[in-house]
C-alpha cells in the first residue's frame, strides 16, 4: 500500500458506496482528518442528506459547492459549440463534468491546507483519468491516492462486507441499482442486463429523466432556441441563463422521449463498456446547433 504522510485529506464525495467506505478506510489507515467534497452538478434529490451521510461516515465536513452555472456555460456550452462528441453518440455528459470538480477540489484542498486528494474512481475506466488530470493542471504537485488501487477490497461483494463491518451507513438498492452518473447535462446507466449485449433495455426500470419514446405523446410539441455566437440564451422567445435552458429543455424533451442512447463504448484502457445514456436537453441543443452551421455555409456560398 502507497504509505503518505496523511493528516488531513479532501476527498471527492457523492455519498456512493465507493466513496462512503473510503471514508472510514482512510481514517482507519492513515488516522487523517477527511474533508468531502460534493459537486452540485443538477442532480438534484441526490444531495439531499449527503451532509448527514457523510459526518455518519467519519467526515470532519461536507462542502457541498454549486457548480451548475459554470458546468453549463465554461463547460457544456462550449462542448456544444465545438459538435463534441465520442464515437459520434456520447454527448460527454460525465467527462465534461470532471475538470470543474477537478478545479474546486483543489482550490478548496488548498484554503483546507489537505495533504492530498482522494477520488473513489476504480482503476478499470476512465474518470481515473480525467480526475487527475484535472487536478493535475490546477497543481502540478499535490498528492492523488486513489483506493482502489491500493486497497484490498477487490468487488462490490467486498465493499458491502467492509460497510457492514465498520457500522457505515449504506442504502441498498438490491438488484434494481444500475451504476449511474447525474447532473444537469445527462445521466448515465451502467450494469444489470446492460451487461448483455443481447438484453433490450429495462426501460421502465432505468428512465429517470425520460419516457420510453412509446410512450410519448402522439402530438407534436414545438419549441424554438434562440443562439447568440454559438451560445443558447434563449428558448421560446424568452432570453433565460444556460442552466435554465438546460432544465426546461430537459422536461420538453424528456416527456417526448428525447435524447435516449444505448451505446456500447471503449474505454480508455481497452475495454467495451454498455452504457444507456439521456440527455433530453442536450440532444435538443445539438440538433438546433447543427443547423447554424448549415444556415452560415449558405449564406458564405451565396455571398460568394
Given at each position: 500500500?502507497?504509505?503518505?504522510n ?18 472510514t478506510?482512510?481514517k ?9 467534497v ?13 451532509e ?9 465536513k ?8 459554470e ?5 457544456a456550452?462550449v ?12 454527448l460527454?455528459?460525465?467527462a ?5 470538480i477537478?478545479k ?11 495533504d492530498?486528494?482522494?477520488?473513489g474512481?476504480?482503476?478499470k ?5 480525467r480526475?487527475?488530470?484535472g487536478?493535475?493542471?490546477?497543481d ?13 477490497i477487490?468487488?462490490?461483494?467486498d465493499?458491502?462486507?467492509?460497510a457492514e ?18 447532473n444537469l ?7 444489470l442486463?446492460l ?10 426500470n432505468?428512465?429517470?429523466l425520460?419516457?420510453?419514446?412509446e410512450?410519448?405523446p ?16 434563449g ?5 433565460m441563463k444556460g ?20 451505446i ?6 481497452g475495454?467495451?463498456?454498455r452504457?444507456?445514456?439521456e440527455?433530453a436537453g442536450?440532444t435538443?441543443l445539438?440538433?438546433a446547433h447543427?443547423f447554424?452551421?448549415?444556415i ?7 455571398a460568394?
Amino acid at each position: 500500500m502507497e504509505k503518505l504522510n496523511l493528516k488531513k485529506v479532501v476527498l471527492a464525495y457523492s455519498g456512493g458506496l465507493d466513496t462512503s467506505i473510503i471514508i472510514t478506510w482512510l481514517k482507519e489507515n492513515y488516522g487523517c482528518e477527511v474533508i468531502c467534497v460534493a459537486a452540485d452538478l443538477g442532480q438534484e434529490e441526490e444531495l439531499d442528506g449527503l451532509e448527514e451521510k457523510a459526518l455518519a461516515s467519519g467526515a470532519s465536513k461536507l462542502y457541498i459547492e454549486d457548480l451548475i452555472d459554470e458546468f453549463i456555460d465554461d463547460f457544456a456550452f462550449v462542448a456544444l459549440k465545438a459538435g463534441a462528441k465520442y464515437e459520434g453518440d456520447y454527448l460527454l455528459g460525465t467527462a465534461i463534468a470532471r475538470p470543474v470538480i477537478a478545479k474546486r477540489l483543489v482550490e478548496i484542498a488548498h484554503a483546507e491546507n489537505a495533504d492530498a486528494i482522494v477520488h473513489g474512481c476504480t482503476g478499470k475506466g476512465n474518470d481515473q483519468v480525467r480526475f487527475e488530470l484535472g487536478i493535475r493542471a490546477f497543481d502540478p504537485e499535490i498528492p492523488i491516492l486513489a483506493p482502489w488501487r491500493v486497497w484490498e477490497i477487490k468487488s462490490r461483494e467486498d465493499e458491502l462486507k467492509y460497510a457492514e463491518e465498520h457500522g457505515i451507513p449504506i442504502k441498498r438498492a438490491g438488484d434494481s441499482s444500475y451504476s449511474e452518473d447525474r447532473n444537469l447535462w445527462h445521466i448515465s446507466h451502467e450494469g444489470l442486463e446492460l451487461e448483455d449485449p443481447e438484453a433490450e433495455p429495462n426501460w421502465n426500470n432505468m428512465l429517470t429523466l425520460s419516457v420510453n419514446p412509446e410512450d410519448a405523446p402522439d402530438e407534436p410539441t414545438y419549441i424554438s432556441v434562440e443562439f447568440e455566437k454559438g451560445v443558447p440564451v434563449g428558448v421560446n422567445g424568452q432570453k433565460m441563463k444556460g442552466s435554465d435552458i438546460v432544465r426546461y429543455l430537459n422536461d420538453v424533451g424528456g416527456k417526448n422521449g428525447i435524447g435516449i442512447d444505448d451505446i456500447v463504448e471503449n474505454r480508455l484502457i481497452g475495454m467495451k463498456v454498455r452504457g444507456v445514456y439521456e440527455n433530453a436537453g442536450a440532444t435538443i441543443l445539438y440538433h438546433a446547433h447543427s443547423f447554424l452551421g448549415s444556415i452560415d455555409f449558405r449564406q458564405r456560398y451565396h455571398a460568394l
